[in-house]
């Protein structure tokens, strides 16, 4: 039983250490139709845009308050008027409607739980949205009347419940009551969500029982997002989006493309799964690597910018040190050198001085055994020697025999101290 409670303990203090919004469970049909009853019956379009939008919370906010502070602006001209701003062409587009943006800014926590469930579970979010219509169809308080067309389909076995605007250029965005227009709410633990008009709106008067329009909106590009039902997909309409999004062109040689999301745009808000942190995290880290690459070339690695000069700065140092060792060296092989030949000249004049001396010696000697025998027999013989150069040899051979271990002794010295200068180098 101890391990039991151990094991029940580390469990307990995992799940506190655990950050609160990263959640890892589902949410249910219950939860999904909960959270996305204020909006489910918007246009197609504008609904499209509000899902895309709310992946990006920080952008979201940004924008609900420039629209508070620009409230004469709507529509495609208010579209225009923030395409400088650096928010997401889905958050741009909301520009257009101000009560939209108006209650997105109020409810933050609201916005970001619809984003995170449409990047979690977008197939989910798509049938919870198709859920809620056909209830309010079953209701009454769906139908089409001047301001939306609403048309009834069959896609891939599944009734698909789809709204339009009634004219192209005007759209109405509806306000309503979800815990009435529903009908009967089949979740009563899960209670729809509602968030009225501020007080002083347009529609703070709102009806208790199906929807109500106010001021529509000119519209010609602002709206170019829009379900695929079938695939479960969001669409985007090409030219309309280049038309409003003219610093954030798409491949104008298609007319619809997939919308995804990027994490770019996500700013510091964390994803809610670790599945979907994970995936965007990683494609948030290349898009950001390769943007680096093409905007700012080397200087986008400044640390391996800066290893290198400390490489650099370092091998240059090594080898002001190695010519400062060589020259070291080099000095002291001089000196051994300056020595050994100052060694060799002293020792060289020494013997040098030595053999002089012998020489002078040997010659006194000569001299006086020439001077002492001078009338002898032998002293003619010399006499006649040297006149005939005959008594030259002896001498040199003398001269030859006394210099030659002076001479090669010198040399042996010097160079053997030389030698071992060599050694050293």
Request: aromatic fraction near 6%.
């Amino acid at each position: 039983m101890r391990w039991l409670l151990r094991y029940c303990i580390a469990l307990f203090a995992l799940l506190c250490l655990s950050p609160p919004g990263y959640a890892q469970s589902r949410l249910s049909n219950e939860q999904l139709d909960q959270m996305l009853a204020p909006v489910a019956l918007y246009p197609d379009a504008l609904l499209s845009q509000v899902l895309m939008a709310a992946t990006y919370p920080d952008d979201v906010a940004a924008a609900a308050k420039w629209s508070a502070q620009h409230t004469n602006l709507s529509g495609d001209e208010a579209v225009k008027a923030v395409q400088n701003q650096p928010w997401d062409p889905s958050v741009l587009s909301l520009a257009a409607f101000p009560s939209v943006l108006d209650m997105m800014g109020r409810q933050p926590d609201w916005v970001k739980s619809v984003g995170d469930a449409f990047l979690d579970q977008p197939d989910d979010v798509m049938n919870s949205v198709q859920r809620l219509r056909l209830q309010a169809q079953k209701a009454g308080s769906l139908n089409s009347n001047a301001q939306q067309t609403v048309t009834t389909s069959t896609q891939g076995g599944s009734t698909v419940v789809s709204i339009a605007p009634a004219s192209p250029s005007v759209v109405y965005v509806p306000t309503y009551n979800p815990t009435t227009v529903y009908g009967t709410w089949p979740y009563p633990s899960y209670p729809p969500a509602y968030y009225p008009p501020p007080p002083g709106s347009v529609f703070a008067s709102a009806l208790v029982s199906g929807l109500a329009f106010g001021t529509g909106v000119a519209i010609v590009d602002s709206l170019w997002g829009g379900f695929d039902w079938d695939h479960h997909d969001v669409d985007i309409d090409v030219n309309r989006y280049n038309n409003i999004n003219v610093n954030r062109r798409l491949d104008a040689s298609r007319s619809n493309v997939n919308w995804n999301h990027d994490p770019s745009r996500r700013g510091n808000t964390p994803y809610r799964s670790a599945d979907t942190r994970q995936r965007f995290d990683d494609q948030r880290v290349r898009t950001q690597r390769n943007q680096g690459d093409r905007t700012l070339g080397t200087a986008a690695r400044p640390s391996g910018g800066q290893q290198d000069r400390r490489e650099h700065a370092q091998a240059v140092m090594r080898q002001h040190e190695t010519s400062n060792a060589g020259a070291r060296g080099a000095g002291h092989r001089q000196t051994g050198t300056n020595r050994a030949q100052t060694g060799g000249a002293h020792h060289a004049q020494s013997r040098g001085n030595a053999q002089a001396a012998a020489i002078n010696r040997s010659r006194d000697n000569n001299r006086d055994n020439a001077l002492r025998g001078v009338n002898s027999p032998a002293h003619t013989r010399n006499a006649s020697n040297a006149r005939t150069g005959q008594a030259r040899p002896a001498v040199h051979h003398e001269q030859r025999r006394m210099s030659a271990p002076s001479h090669q002794g010198g040399a042996l010295r010097g160079g053997g101290q030389h030698g071992r200068g060599g050694i050293r180098r």
